[in-house]
């Protein structure tokens, strides 16, 4: 299904090529796909359509990652000699310091503006198109997946401007959450009965209904955060639409870890709508492993580059994983480390380069060692900011993530796992939260039921007897790690004001990402956030 890529990449070059023709009259016709015959096809419009989707992969597991998991207890990047300080750019997502000019803050709007903005001028080009069928079903899915930008920069920006017209010049106005939940809302209701309810192959990498229904539901749950006004029944309304479709589509995987293998793509049955991944292109880059895996592991796991390490998980996250029946546990890589033969896995270094404080006199001498993942991460360099040393010590603090599988196919440091947004297990999870929240029960399902079921595929451990919000949003911790969700589970828990790791900070108005210096300088018309000079 890599090949949806290639597809869709082509797309986008056509669609530029028809683009620039409509602008240059005298321009020599040298294909028959011109204005007046693309689009045309259904091929024609899954074509032209594509470059929305490449759009959409570019910052993925880059800025939208870092903003959404090392501002949690979930993850930290904490520098190592120096290395990966970028100018104190984690340091401010594990400590809630950054400010308008932090460059994963810039970057992560720009590239979500520039995904819109793609949307916006692909309806454009679709605008004149014959109508058919497949026009319709292009259009909706296109506004679609516009909507899902603009919720994800509504989650982490709240107050922002809607364009949805191409080549607009004039610059917009910032509107406020409750505008842009609003705007999202009706734009997708409208769009739902054009979207195909066609699961697996046929849709995948693109929107279909339950793409719809998975956006509204996250909306609906996070209403009171958003709009402080809650619905939570709405919430199961959308859920069940997904549960109670004709048919099934989606149900919960029994190999907890396969869905996230190199090999994933549409025959995943929890999969409802997922971005698609290729280590052969470089617009738009999956790396997990490169910020996670030890480099004392490239041999182990037969990499074809030395991973960067340095990215793990906090014990505060971790100690949600207390269940040792399940399958869950097995994402992580921590304590003594052994190769696939069973020998352990050793690295050589001297005295000094385990450990750089070591204060004899033979820290020249060699040394040999097992290496073995520890839980903790400690800033041990003091002559460095957010530093944990540059040894071996150093280097294998902390547990690392493998839940996103890491590729040793790939002749770089990018990855073939395809990426879910949205999977069926959530849409379990949503609704028994909504239900513990004060929504009426449906289907016969109540929130125990609910997250029991996620559970007998998850864990050999006795189904559960009660459940509490608590025992909820553990679940999920255990559940959707590394999914790009757990910033907003915790804003919604109330949790995101909390203490971990070095982070100590409690303002609220952190719950908000500030509006990028580069965007207020561009556009005077958008209003800063609350706390953000």
């Known amino acids: 299904m890599k090949n949806l890529i290639k597809y869709y990449i082509t797309g986008a070059a056509l669609s530029l090529g028809v683009l620039t023709s409509c602008h240059k009259l005298d321009l020599k016709v040298e294909t028959q796909l011109t204005p007046e015959t693309f689009p045309q096809t259904d091929q024609h419009f899954i074509q032209l359509t594509g470059q929305v989707y490449v759009q959409l992969r570019q910052n993925w597991s880059t800025d939208y990652f870092f ?47 520039a995904t819109i903005s793609k949307a916006n001028q692909t309806l454009f080009l679709l605008k004149d198109a014959p109508e058919s069928p497949g026009k319709t079903v292009a259009v909706a899915e296109v506004r679609a997946t516009r909507a899902l930008a603009f919720f994800m920069m509504m989650d982490l920006w709240g107050n922002i401007p809607i364009v949805t017209t191409f080549g607009q010049t004039t610059p917009p106005e910032t509107k406020s959450r409750q505008e842009v939940f609003n705007f999202i809302e009706a734009e997708l209701k409208e769009v739902l009965p054009n979207l195909s309810s066609a699961t697996g192959t046929a849709t995948y990498g693109r929107p279909n209904k339950y793409t719809a229904y ?49 090999d994933n793509g549409p025959q995943i049955k929890e999969f409802i709508f997922a971005i698609p991944f290729d280590p052969g292109f470089s617009n738009g880059t999956m790396i997990y492993s490169r910020y996670s895996l030890p480099r004392s592991l490239q041999a182990k796991y037969s990499l074809k580059f030395t991973p960067s390490a340095p990215m793990s998980t906090l014990p505060e996250f971790y100690a949600n994983f207390n269940d040792p029946n399940d399958k869950r546990n097995a994402q992580w890589i921590k304590g003594l480390q052994f190769l696939n033969d069973g020998r352990p896995v050793t690295v050589s270094t001297t005295k000094k380069g385990y450990d750089q404080f070591y204060a004899g006199s033979d820290g020249s001498a060699a040394l040999t060692y097992q290496v073995d993942i520890t839980p903790n991460v400690t800033l041990r360099d003091a002559s460095r900011p957010f530093d944990a040393g540059n040894d071996e010590i150093a280097w294998n603090m902390g547990y690392r993530n493998n839940k996103f599988y890491c590729d040793s196919t790939s002749s770089s440091r990018n990855q073939n796992n395809d990426v879910p947004i949205f999977r069926y ?51 999920r911790c255990r559940e959707m790690a590394w999914e790009c969700w757990h910033r907003n589970d915790m804003i919604r828990f109330g949790k995101y004001e909390g203490t971990w790791g070095f982070k100590t900070d409690a303002q609220t108005f952190h719950r908000l990402m500030p509006i990028p210096a580069s965007a207020i300088i561009l556009n005077p018309k958008l209003k800063q956030n609350p706390g953000y000079n």
């Not at 996250?218 to 958003?226: G, T």
């Not at 929130?447 to 050999?460: E, G, P």
């Open 67 to 113: 903003m959404q998991s090392l501002s949690t207890d979930e993850s930290i990047m904490p520098a190592r000699g120096g290395n990966w300080y970028d100018g104190g750019v984690f340091e401010n997502h594990h400590k809630h310091t950054w400010n308008k000019d932090n460059g994963h803050v810039n970057s992560g709007w720009g590239w979500l503006s």
């Open 214 to 262: 998975a956006i509204l539901a996250k909306m609906y749950l996070n209403a009171e955060v958003y709009i402080n006004t809650p619905k939570y029944n709405e919430a199961v309304a959308m859920c069940d639409a997904i549960i109670g479709a004709s048919g099934s589509p989606y149900s919960l995987e029994s190999d907890y870890r396969k869905m996230f293998f190199i």
């Open 425 to 475: 297990s959530d849409i379990l999870l949503m609704k028994a939260e909504a239900i513990l929240r004060g929504a009426t029960p449906t289907q016969g399902q109540t929130a125990l039921s609910l997250v029991n079921q996620l559970r007998a595929v998850r864990t050999t451990s006795p189904a559960w007897t009660s459940i509490t919000l608590e025992d909820l949003y553990k679940e």
